[in-house]
């Protein structure tokens, strides 16, 4: 069993930037994929990014390329959203999730947080 929570949303104006985290609270997660989705009122839940926690390679949606960043810290077991030049099209609840396989899929995840909000004005 997995438990994650974020923290870190709020209100922020386009152009401006914002770093959330996910905190898991099982140690031995090396072999999982910890992802950022988001749904926006009225949309399916999308693929932001991801980050394999053992290999530490990462993936980033089209979208948001240039803009976001996935990290990590193996000791806090945190994974870390730096955002920066928001757009109001950013605006959604964010999800992070654990899986044993790296999807763009939410439906392939085993294991997720409540969600944060993050609101961008313009």
């Known amino acids: 069993q997995v438990q994650l929570v974020e923290s870190g949303g709020g209100l922020v104006q386009a152009g401006g930037s914002l770093r959330l985290s996910c905190a898991a609270s099982?140690?031995?997660?090396?072999?999982?994929?910890i992802s950022w989705f988001r749904q926006a009122p009225g949309k399916e839940r999308e693929f932001v990014t991801a980050?394999?926690?053992?290999?530490?390679?990462?993936y980033y949606a089209d979208s948001v390329k240039g803009r976001f960043t996935i990290s990590k810290d193996n000791a806090k077991n945190t994974v870390y959203l730096q955002m920066n030049s928001l757009k109001p099209e950013d605006t959604a609840v964010y999800y992070c999730?654990?899986?044993?396989?790296?999807?763009?899929?939410?439906?392939?995840?085993?294991?997720w947080g409540q969600g944060t909000q993050v609101t961008v004005s313009s």
């Open positions: 999730a654990a899986g044993t396989t790296t999807s763009v899929y939410y439906r392939n995840y085993d294991y």
């Open positions: 980050i394999t926690w053992f290999r530490d390679n990462t």
């Open positions: 099982r140690r031995t997660i090396s072999s999982y994929t």
